[in-house]
């Protein structure tokens, strides 16, 4: 693995091995100390195009506690307008000898033009790429699943296990969202069912080969009872021209995950959403701070995650992963 | 006086024969041209085995001057043509200035005059700025030395029907064509591909082919009730064919192009991010790549136009988003027709004769190109070598940009000779400079 | 981050030998019993060092040390009744510290777990299978650093190969085996390889 790209890209036994260390990452966190000397003089750069402190401050924290030299570098508005080019951008940093660039950029495949260009030696990290993925979002997403529905399930650790038999429902802009096509790929490639549930005009055209089941209904799809519903955020910047919906409430009255809704689901179901969180719009108050809404957990998972990203892409010389000397 | 005398050459790829060229005509076919040629000490040009065609036409071209001169020029464009084969261009008209008043497309004209390796022959503006809002001065632009007979917003279309329906009747004053870029605006704010499984995957923002048959329907539709002549630009989806291909059977004047990397790419091609694959019409699926050949095949597409589309390296090096439309073409059109419908079997080169050189040139009321292979018609003229086949390099090509799709791909057939009114401007697949012979 | 080299020139030298099926050649160094007995000596040795074992815990470094140092415990265990074996062993990765791994192919991560009283103040033994250039022991240091403060830090290996890359020595040795660098010393333990044996081959390297 020398760039994380796509979620797709992965296979069963790599995802397997990033959420295997990523629970080892996990365990270091739960210590006083909690910085690990291993990318000690490597030099991970962060290089947002879009503004996203979330998710910055996560990869920063990741890098950070791994010992890395961090380089934030941010390009806020010269994304998709001429001017500051992505090329210009990439040879600078790889003039300060940037080990890795976790790149997060308005426009879709921005991460794969880096990485195939050669304006950069370094390891490229997509960090969410307009609206095509989001593949560190999708594995801490599987990581936050394995921890509450596999290990506790089965009463075992979850190291080595993938997400097999379980059902995921994914509701709302899919459209438009990373997160959506990152958790589709991943979560089929460790073995779960996926359900896409939206209002068609938020279905792309050409989702018949995705792997997953797409629905229009939500209260049809919550009755079947899945394991995960996983709650996508309702951008109302891509909204206030699309003309996608009617109105906020019509979408909330049939998308919205309410305490009504949340009732009739299974007592183990949990619920996710990538955040930032429209509350009130796609999902109540109630079913955010309920018990099962395990959000806030999925931040922390999230610098585990990236932890393991780092350490799996810098660490090792370049030969595949899980090769044992 | 200069003659020349092409030996074993293959008129549309039939039995060989000679060729003699004198003072910008064809002077003497077969037998005769041999003895003749003796007379008027002729050069010889040893084509042997090589496919001779009429002077191509390309209807569309991008020569991006007057205004982005970094991209193209009229005197580079006019060599990438006349090394691809061609003898006539049409100069669209979204340079900077806007191709939309007399003063402009002379400019163009001179320019090409002045390069002196194919005839240039300007479009003209349909509208003022291209804003598809006021008529452009079109009558102007006709009557002037440049003689435009060919008017088209290309890069934007003319959305407002009423404004298509006036330029439609207008244009039949001076029997010129209005050639459509057919894309309905509102469906394609912010597209950036096909819009499709592939886009799906992606996340690029999708092209529904909707949105080129809406306006290819609505204007075949327009043209019937004023009469008048249509041509759409760069059909690029099954469904358009299938409009034109109901239009033509119904009576309506309507002629359709289709490009070279409509009928060889599809937008698999986009999966890499690549910009040099981004184009507008995008690539489409192989349905359409298939229903675009067999359209060119039965006569429902009557061209071939390369909407060769210069730009300057960084409108490429950079994220898809951020990139240019547009491929060059001009130096692979032939060998890329001759991939997809020659050596297929679809197509003969009498068929390539007449979608490269003779189509366009009718449709363009271009009166000396397109011409037949006929004792005392103008020497424009094509030797092809079917055989020959070539990597495609986009830094030993002559156009100022290296934009073109086809970037390492091995295509068949090679240009050799062009004659432009019986004088070379390629040799041996060489430019020839017009001073020098 | 330059990694250092070993004295031939050829790359660190990780202390941890990798896993490969017996070749032909290989020369028995220690047999099951030998090591048995090694074991059992040591573990009276850490007793005599130590006056005892209150306040000693046995720390394996992953991955042969795990077992060694469980197998040490109940050593110490037999011997002074009031040990309970499984409380006193933990283990260590420490993958995390090592300072050669830009050279190596990334390793999947173990889990360290300390003994049930944690380490503070304690007497730490350090149990691995084969002490070489030091540079596991130095990174295992680093980590238990991070993890508490012993109030000491020993060292128990089966097998001293030498060529020390660092100024470290083990307290505990079940045996000194001078050695080639360009020979490999193989550690096989019943719960990881089926058998007891420490092999030396003696047909260079191997990657």
Redesign the interface.
């Known amino acids: 693995m020398k760039h994380l790209l796509s979620a797709g890209d992965l296979s069963r036994d790599e995802a397997v091995l990033i959420l295997d260390t990523a629970a080892a990452m996990a365990a270091t966190q739960e210590r006083a100390i909690k910085k690990l000397p291993t990318l000690r003089g490597r030099t991970v750069v962060n290089l947002f195009f879009e503004d996203s402190t979330r998710t910055r401050i996560s990869f920063e924290t990741a890098a950070k506690r791994l010992s890395a030299d961090v380089i934030n570098f941010s390009a806020r508005g010269s994304s998709v307008s001429k001017g500051e080019s992505l090329k210009d951008t990439a040879l600078t940093l790889q003039a300060m000898g940037a080990d890795a660039v976790v790149i997060r950029h308005s426009a879709s495949g921005a991460p794969h033009v880096l990485a195939r260009s050669g304006w950069t030696r370094g390891a490229v990290l997509n960090a969410g790429d307009g609206t095509h993925q989001h593949p560190t979002q999708a594995l801490l997403d599987a990581f936050t699943l394995r921890r509450h529905l596999v290990g506790r399930r089965h009463g075992t650790d979850a190291a080595g296990q993938d997400l097999a038999g379980l059902h995921v429902v994914i509701v709302g802009d899919v459209l438009h969202s990373r997160v959506a096509r990152s958790n589709v790929e991943l979560l089929h490639t460790l073995g779960a069912r996926v359900t896409l549930v939206a209002p068609p005009t938020l279905v792309p055209v050409g989702v018949e080969p995705w792997t997953c089941e797409v629905a229009y209904g939500l209260d049809d799809v919550l009755a079947t009872g899945p394991d995960a519903v996983m709650m996508l955020r309702i951008q109302r910047e891509r909204m206030a021209d699309g003309g996608f919906f009617p109105s906020p409430r019509e979408y909330t009255r049939s998308y919205g995950l309410d305490a009504r809704r949340l009732a009739r689901l299974p007592e183990h179901t949990i619920v996710l959403h990538p955040g930032p969180m429209n509350r009130g719009l796609e999902i109540s108050a109630d079913a955010a701070d309920s018990p099962r809404a395990v959000i806030v957990e999925q931040v922390g998972n999230g610098v585990a995650v990236r932890m393991a990203a780092l350490y799996l892409l810098l660490a090792g010389a370049d030969r595949p992963t899980g090769e044992t000397e | 006086m200069t003659a020349y005398l092409l030996t074993g050459a293959r008129p549309l790829g039939e039995e060989s024969t000679d060729v003699l060229v004198v003072d910008g005509q064809i002077a003497a076919l077969g037998a005769t041209a041999a003895d003749t040629a003796v007379d008027t000490a002729a050069e010889r040009v040893d084509a042997t085995g090589l496919v001779l065609l009429p002077g191509l036409v390309d209807l569309h071209t991008h020569l991006r001057e007057p205004g982005r001169e970094d991209a193209e020029t009229v005197a580079s464009g006019s060599r990438a043509a006349a090394l691809g084969g061609y003898t006539c261009v049409h100069a669209m008209a979204n340079t900077s200035p806007v191709a939309d008043t007399a003063g402009v497309v002379e400019q163009v004209w001179q320019l090409g005059r002045d390069a002196g390796y194919v005839d240039v022959r300007p479009v003209g503006a349909v509208t003022v700025g291209l804003a598809g809002e006021r008529l452009a001065e079109l009558g102007a632009m006709a009557q002037s030395h440049a003689a435009v007979r060919v008017f088209s917003d290309d890069g934007r279309c003319v959305a407002d029907p009423v404004v298509m329906r006036r330029a439609l009747e207008y244009a039949k004053a001076f029997d010129a064509v209005i050639a459509q870029h057919a894309q309905e605006p509102r469906l394609t704010a912010h597209a950036?591909m096909h819009?499709?499984?592939?886009?799906?995957?992606?996340?690029?923002?999708?092209w529904?082919a909707v949105a080129e048959e809406a306006i290819v329907a609505r204007d075949v539709l327009l043209a019937e009730h004023v009469g008048s002549r249509l041509h759409v630009l760069h059909l690029s989806t099954a469904g358009s064919v299938e409009i034109v291909r109901w239009a033509k059977t119904r009576g309506i004047d309507v002629t359709a192009e289709a490009t070279p990397h409509h009928l060889y790419l599809t937008d698999e091609l986009v999966r890499?991010?690549?910009?040099r694959f981004k184009v507008n019409p995008p690539l489409r699926t192989a349905v359409d790549v298939e229903a675009v050949r067999a359209g060119l095949a039965d006569g429902t597409i009557d061209i071939v136009g390369t909407d060769h589309a210069p730009h300057p390296r960084?409108d490429k090096?950079?994220?898809?988003?951020?990139a240019a439309f547009g491929m060059t073409g001009l130096e692979t059109a032939l060998s890329v027709v001759q991939a997809a419908m020659v050596d297929t079997g679809r197509m003969t080169w009498a068929d390539v004769a007449r979608v490269m050189s003779v189509g366009p040139a009718r449709i363009g009321r271009v009166a000396d190109q397109g011409r037949p292979l006929a004792v005392g018609e103008p020497a424009n003229l094509t030797l092809v070598d079917p055989a020959a086949r070539r990597t495609v390099l986009p830094g030993e090509q002559a156009t100022a940009s290296v934009n073109t799709p086809f970037a390492g791909m091995e295509l068949p057939g090679r240009v050799v000779a062009t004659f432009l009114h019986g004088r070379p401007t390629v040799l041996d697949g060489r430019l020839v400079r017009p001073g020098d012979r | 981050m330059v990694a250092p080299s070993d004295p031939q020139g050829r790359g660190p030298v990780p202390d941890d030998q990798p896993r490969q099926n017996p070749v032909d050649d290989a020369r028995t160094i220690l047999t099951a019993d030998d090591m048995a007995r090694a074991l059992v000596r040591i573990g009276h040795e850490i007793l005599e060092r130590n006056k005892g074992a209150d306040d000693v815990v046995l720390l394996g470094v992953l991955t042969r040390g795990g077992p060694l140092a469980r197998r040490l415990a109940r050593v110490v265990a037999d011997v002074e009744d009031q040990v309970d074996a499984d409380a006193v062993v933990g283990v260590l990765d420490v993958t995390m510290h090592r300072d050669d791994l830009a050279d190596q192919p990334t390793r999947a991560l173990g889990t360290t777990s300390l003994p049930r009283g944690g380490i503070d103040s304690k007497v730490v033994v350090l149990v691995d299978d084969v002490l070489y250039s030091g540079r596991t022991i130095r990174a295992a240091l680093d980590a238990l650093n991070d993890l508490g403060r012993p109030r000491a830090v020993q060292l128990a290996v089966l097998v001293d190969r030498g060529h020390r890359q660092l100024p470290i020595r083990a307290d505990y040795v079940g045996k000194n085996l001078p050695t080639a660098a360009d020979e490999r010393v193989r550690v096989l333990l019943a719960e990881t390889d089926g058998r007891d044996a420490v092999l030396l081959d003696s047909n260079g390297r191997q990657r």
């Open positions: 950036q819009e499709g499984v592939v886009s799906a995957e992606l996340g690029l923002a999708g529904p890499g991010y690549d910009p960084e090096d950079c994220e898809w988003a951020a």
